[in-house]
């Protein structure tokens, strides 16, 4: 129970690390790190744990690769294009520090029912940041008119960092619509489940982040013709006359990407355009830099490239790329992939009547999709108040699935022992009966 109570800490406090009081001299920083020691001691501390201790996480390989491609480009940049180095080691630390959550919540020697309620504790906290997030809105009566100070960021910040939150809330959204499409026989969850949909949904919407508006109808799209592809086609299109009820802000957001300029010609807005640039600017950067310019140099050097300085890549891959060089894509590429078959583990571990481990299956599916989404249009994979929590659900989902195939084989081979005939028993226990009765009691030979 101690160790339950450790490991749902981290859980509760990651995402809200902003909320932490800076004047009691206990930095959002600090206390991470003290959070983690403690998890790693309290992981060290109590018995091995037999259910991973001789196999290799699934993440292992490439997360590997992509820590020791991130050093690399940590020492690149030291030697070509020296810098602050705190912030260099800080950028490092990112990249290592919060993956290494994967590693610890996969070992929580927690048992099936321990991990799954360490499952649903992650998605009660999104669900808290999301009512957060409405909250926020409320309060800066983002329903009722738009502007960039008016977005939501919930426990993630002031209206700067709106986009995190949308990511963040976008790539848990698919798991409580999973489990309102896909869990039969539990009404209760269902129901509540759903109305998990309907706060996270608008909790989004008051992010006024176009990307996880996207990210989020394409996860539920793709949800809904995994279960009814007829009903999918006729929700898309009761849908379309539906629009018109969404917030005008929301429309005006949204058709925001598109503008026209005094002489009438459609133009992109400052936002998408300025990404373009970027982008084409790194891809330059890269040709210049074939093994990328070093880890944290992007900023410093894309004002060489673009009319943009000091700005971030607003893409993992394109930063990974201009930074990392080839291997930093191939490793991020191989730890999404890797999560997908994850997700396909997890799907098959159970058979077809075991609806919570295909809900759980078919909603981490999509939220790997929607984070691979989410660092298309932004770069949030090495930051840890939207990637702790996803990191942490990866570990938890791998140790449900090894439960999963543990309890299955250990019924196989229950299945499989033989099984001893009335007679049999009253012969074993009665050996003089075949005295009696003659070849009715018999025992068989083995």
Not at 211 to 231: D, G
Not at 277 to 303: C, S, Y
Request: charged share 15%; aromatic share 10%.
């Amino acid at each position: 129970m101690l160790l339950r109570l450790l490991l749902a800490i981290p859980i509760v406090l990651m995402p809200n690390l902003l909320y932490v009081p800076l004047d009691t001299g206990v930095t959002a920083l600090n206390l991470a790190n003290l959070l983690f020691i403690a998890l790693v001691l309290a992981l060290l501390l109590t018995p091995r744990d037999q259910l991973t201790s001789h196999t290799i996480g699934v993440l292992t390989p490439p997360l590997i690769l992509l820590f020791l491609t991130v050093t690399i480009a940590y020492f690149v940049a030291q030697t070509t294009l020296p810098g602050d180095q705190l912030e260099d080691i800080i950028k490092l630390k990112n990249y290592v520090f919060y993956p290494l959550l994967y590693f610890a919540y996969r070992r929580c020697k927690q048992d099936l029912r321990g991990t799954r309620q360490l499952i649903f504790l992650v998605l009660a906290v999104v669900l808290v940041a999301a009512l957060d997030t409405i909250r926020q809105g409320l309060a800066n009566d983002a329903f009722t008119s738009y502007s960039d100070t008016s977005r939501s960021a919930g426990p993630f910040g002031d209206h700067r960092f709106a986009n995190r939150a949308g990511v963040f809330l976008a790539m848990f959204l698919p798991m409580f619509a999973a489990f309102a499409l896909f869990l039969r026989g539990h009404k209760v969850w269902s129901t509540i489940a759903i109305g998990a949909c309907v706060i996270v949904s608008v909790a989004i919407m008051v992010t006024y982040s176009r990307q996880s508006y996207l990210i989020a109808i394409i996860a539920i799209a793709l949800l809904l013709i995994r279960r009814h592809v007829v009903l999918a086609i006729v929700l898309a299109v009761a849908a379309i006359p539906a629009i018109a009820l969404l917030p005008t802000t929301v429309t005006q957001r949204v058709t925001g990407t598109q503008q026209y300029s005094a002489s009438g010609h459609s133009e992109l807005d400052v936002s998408t355009a300025s990404r373009f640039e970027i982008w084409g600017g790194a891809i330059r950067m890269w040709q210049d830099h074939p093994t990328g310019v070093g880890l944290n140099r992007f900023p410093r050097k894309i004002g060489e490239y673009s009319s943009y300085s000091d700005y971030d890549a607003h893409n993992m891959y394109v930063l990974l790329l201009a930074e990392c060089g080839p291997l930093g894509v191939i490793a991020l590429l191989w730890v999404l992939w890797r999560m997908l078959r994850l997700a396909l583990a997890l799907r098959r571990s159970g058979d077809e009547s075991d609806s919570e481990v295909k809900a759980l299956g078919m909603g981490f599916t999509l939220a790997v999709i929607a984070m691979a989404m989410g660092n298309l249009y932004g770069s949030p994979f090495y930051e840890g108040l939207v990637m702790a929590s996803f990191w942490i659900m990866c570990g938890l989902v791998e140790r449900y699935t090894l439960l999963k195939r543990q309890a299955a084989t250990a019924i196989a081979k229950a299945s499989d022992m033989p099984r001893v005939g009335v007679a049999e028993a009253i012969a074993g226990r009665y050996p003089l009966s075949e005295r009696i009765l003659p070849g009715r009691y018999r025992i068989s030979p083995k």
